[in-house]
């Protein structure tokens, strides 16, 4: 999720390339660096923080040059400073490396060349992705083959763009899954990870497929598969604006956030689940800590309290382990009964929310242990908790959060499998469940299949005067994520929670022109819910169901039926359903017109009381 630019041409390269990382800016990336041959060398500047400060650095003296490569960090491995933002040489200083993704073994390769002599300067999974490659040149390969013969030692996601002095006409760059775009020019060629920072250069863009390598000069861009075999190119001409290419041609950044949840949680999962199907979580506690743990709290605000609910019910229910969960508003002034031997997990996005951050000190002040699971690395939150598990799900930009809710379940089940794994629990299938995750984000394309039906469903319900969302068990906490995401951007009041409270009050609220959204998902408790979906029809009020597509006893039951794939693990069967949650909201917030990405009175990140 970093930005990634690239320049060969007549032009001057370097305020080329800055240019583009400028037009990346937008998602508030962490520290920036650039790349350019120089004499019989390559030189790089680089700095954290905003782009602002490389652009210091650059008007004091701009190098002239005419290729260079650029890359904007959002940190995955390593505190964003100066030492870890990209590019990154190998060990000779013979070559430049930016990347965007993660490298899942690159702890293995680091010892294997550590071993060899290697000495390294940053945290980071590129710069041991650099040695690599840079040892294969070193031994004579040309860089388009150094590069693609390293490509069969990363495990993980990545997107590569490397520089050598040897060869100082060109770039070289490879992908697999994060993604690439290359430009086509007239006398010049440029690379991006977004089309946003192509379009005042060229119109002519296609995007790299996974497992190719491409070697860019002024000249012409030639692209081959893994194997060396030519791959065509065929340029696509964009019509989009620049606020469309912002998006990635969707029409909100709501949208795209939902579409990019197959690849974050690919990302989440990277380098944490083992061959053995076990999970591996970096820089967690020591195994005793989690055998003395009698008690977890989590704590978290909106989307990341809904997330935590998840939470609870994994920790109960697998691992019979109690857990609370509180908002952070009211944890921080609740005076919260905590036990020595608790862990305090908080949640968040920004890793900047004012009450969660106030609700994380208190905890320091008591000595509890404290577990962060944020996304932005080098937030406060995550600075401040004893120990932190990133969600690696990229800049969200739209207020409505979707792809970070998805991470932060996935790691809570990561999380769970750990303690799981130091606490022999025989009734607990960590491999079953591994696998199940695994499975994970190729299910969450077949879910976002839906996305035809659903927009058709929002379209017909959009005039719905009230919504209610229902469930049972996890189905319940996922309810609550599904009635945020419609009242914070389609404006509809709603009324969520477990299908069996209906009776007690929420039903005389149902009459004509009501919407109730039912997640079925658990089998156990499908019949039950059946009933419950029946006392909303009879009152006039429309049912919407989702279950799993391996279930029909739904069939008649509802207005409509949605099928989400399911598979062991009834926790994620239950997460796959925000997937058409998330559309219904997008849409119908679409169909009646609205501001999507910042809806009135909300802001992304809360930072005051
Ligand atoms: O950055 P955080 O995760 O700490 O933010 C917490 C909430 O403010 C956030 O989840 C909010 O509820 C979102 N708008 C939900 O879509």
Not at 172 to 200: H, K, M, Q, T, Y
Not at 389 to 409: D, L, M, W
């Amino acid at each position: 999720m970093c930005g990634i630019a690239g320049y060969v041409g007549p032009q001057s390269a370097v305020p080329i390339v800055f240019d583009q990382l400028r037009r990346l800016e937008y998602r508030g990336y962490d520290s920036a660096g650039i790349a350019f041959p120089q004499g019989d060398r390559i030189g790089i500047l680089k700095r954290a923080g905003k782009l602002s400060g490389l652009g210091e650095m650059l008007a004091q003296e701009t190098p002239e040059s005419h290729v260079a490569i650029a890359h904007s960090r959002w940190a995955t491995h390593g505190a964003p400073n100066d030492l870890n933002a990209h590019p990154h040489y190998d060990q000779f200083g013979q070559i430049a490396l930016i990347h965007n993704g993660i490298i899942e073994n690159y702890l293995e390769l680091k010892t294997e060349l550590a071993r060899e002599g290697d000495t390294f300067q940053s945290e980071t999974d590129t710069e041991v992705a650099a040695h690599v490659i840079g040892r294969l040149h070193a031994q004579g390969l040309s860089l388009e083959e150094a590069v693609r013969q390293s490509l069969a030692k990363f495990r993980g996601a990545y997107a590569f763009v490397v520089l050598s002095a040897r060869e100082p006409g060109t770039i070289v760059c490879a992908r697999n899954a994060s993604p690439l775009v290359l430009g086509f020019g007239e006398g010049e060629n440029l690379l991006a990870s977004d089309v946003p920072a192509l379009i005042p250069w060229t119109r002519r863009v296609w995007t790299m497929p996974d497992d190719t390598v491409a070697v860019l000069t002024k000249d012409g861009i030639r692209v081959t598969d893994v194997n060396g075999r030519p791959v065509e190119a065929e340029p696509e001409e964009v019509t989009w604006d620049v606020a469309a290419a912002e998006k990635g041609g969707y029409e909100h950044f709501m949208i795209k956030e939902i579409h990019e949840q197959p690849l974050v949680a690919r990302q989440c999962l990277a380098g944490r689940l083992t061959d053995d199907n076990r999970v591996a979580l970096d820089g967690v506690f020591s195994d005793h800590v989690w055998q003395e743990i009698d008690r977890v709290n989590i704590i978290g605000c909106g989307t990341a309290y809904h997330a935590g609910l998840m939470g609870k019910h994994l920790f109960e229910r697998m691992l019979r382990l109690p857990t609370d969960v509180f908002y952070s508003s009211e944890f921080r002034y609740g005076d919260p009964l905590l036990s020595d031997r608790s862990l305090a997990v908080f949640i968040s996005q920004s890793g900047e929310t004012a009450d969660s951050l106030a609700a994380l000190r208190l905890c320091q002040q008591r000595r509890i242990r404290t577990l962060g699971i944020v996304n932005v690395v080098g937030s406060a939150i995550a600075r401040e908790c004893d120990r932190v598990i990133y969600t690696q799900a990229g800049p969200e930009i739209s207020v409505a959060s979707t792809k970070a809710y998805t991470a932060q379940c996935l790691v809570l089940l990561q999380l769970g499998m750990t303690i799981a794994q130091h606490r022999e629990m025989p009734g607990v299938r960590v491999e079953e469940v591994v696998r199940d995750l695994r499975q994970w984000p190729e299910r969450v394309v077949e879910a976002l299949g839906l996305e035809e039906q659903v927009k058709r469903i929002a379209n017909e319900w959009a005039d719905s005067r009230m919504a209610f969302f229902l469930g049972r068990n996890a189905d319940a906490a996922v309810a609550l994520e599904g009635a945020l995401k419609l009242k914070e951007i389609a404006y509809i009041p709603t009324q969520e929670g477990p299908a069996g409270e209906l009776k007690h009050g929420p039903l005389a609220l149902v009459e004509e022109g009501v919407l109730a959204v039912f997640g079925a998902t658990d089998p156990f408790v499908r019949e039950k819910l059946a009933s419950n979906v029946k006392e909303v029809q009879a009152r006039g009020g429309r049912a919407l169901i989702i279950t799993t597509h391996d279930d029909d006893t739904m069939d008649g039951v509802g207005d409509e039926v949605l099928r989400i794939p399911g598979g062991k693990t009834p926790y994620l069967n239950a997460l796959m359903s925000v997937v058409p949650l998330q559309l219904l909201a997008y849409y119908m917030a679409r169909a009646k017109n609205l501001e999507i990405d910042m809806p009135r009175n909300l802001a992304k990140s809360v930072t005051v009381e």
